[in-house]
């Protein structure tokens, strides 16, 4: 069964700052991963996602991830954080395509904070 | 190109009462996911329409129930509702049915079950 942990629910950075959020999935089949962003009272929006092709994938507003299999890990970095930046974000895992191939299987969420 | 919306954006309701979300999907799109996020949690995968059937479902009761018209849009009914239902009820669609497609998420429907 796929599953997704994301280490830290609240990550605090400066304006500035690299932003490191961190993901680690496991999962029996080879894995879709997804990153979503969610800002207050609004639903989810698609950062980037990692389809099997490049490892490093860049996303919207300069943030990108790397997929390294050895360690089971998807960590979201962005070099320099915006006070725009804060947000949750969400790491996902595509459930078992096998059958249902629609479900996305969510970690808890990261929430960012960009301090002045 | 519309995205996905979604009807009401906020409910209030009691136990027991019965509820229905509704959801459009984006143009073109033939496949729509529902999710419920409660407060502080990921969203959870309550089932997912194709083509008007259900093609899988999360962990929840059958008192979760699902449509699918033929324009693709999309209900949620919850009968007999408890306060544990209370939480944001997120609808999705993608243009296939394919493990590496981008769902496309709608606000949400916040429903507050007293």
């Known amino acids: ?116 | 190109e519309t995205g996905v919306t979604q009807s009401p954006t906020h409910l209030i309701k009691t136990r027991g009462q019965q509820v229905t979300l509704r959801c459009s999907s984006q143009s073109g799109h033939n496949t729509v996911s529902w999710y419920q996020q409660a407060l502080g949690q990921g969203p959870q995968f309550i089932f997912q329409y194709y083509r008007e059937e259900e093609n899988g479902r999360g962990n929840f009761p059958p008192r979760f129930s699902g449509l699918q018209f033929p324009n693709y849009s999309s209900e949620l009914n919850v009968n007999a509702l408890e306060l544990d239902d209370s939480a944001l009820y997120l609808c999705a669609s993608s243009s296939q049915l394919a493990p590496q497609e981008t769902q496309y998420f709608g606000p949400g429907t916040r429903l507050l079950v007293l």
Not at chain 1, 79 to 96: I, K, L, T, W
């Open chain 1, 1 to 116: 069964a796929q599953s997704v942990t994301q280490l830290g629910s609240h990550v605090s950075v400066s304006e500035g700052a690299l932003v490191l959020l961190r993901c680690n999935y496991s999962s029996s089949v080879p894995p879709y991963l997804f990153w979503y962003v969610q800002y207050p009272n609004q639903g989810l929006q698609l950062l980037l996602k990692y389809t099997s092709a490049a490892t490093l994938v860049k996303g919207i507003n300069g943030f990108e991830a790397e997929f390294k299999k050895s360690e089971t890990s998807f960590h979201l970095t962005k070099p320099s954080a915006h006070m725009s930046d804060a947000a949750e974000f969400f790491c996902a895992v595509r459930g078992n395509y096998g059958g249902s191939q629609g479900n996305l299987i969510f970690g808890k969420g990261t929430k960012l904070s960009v301090k002045p």
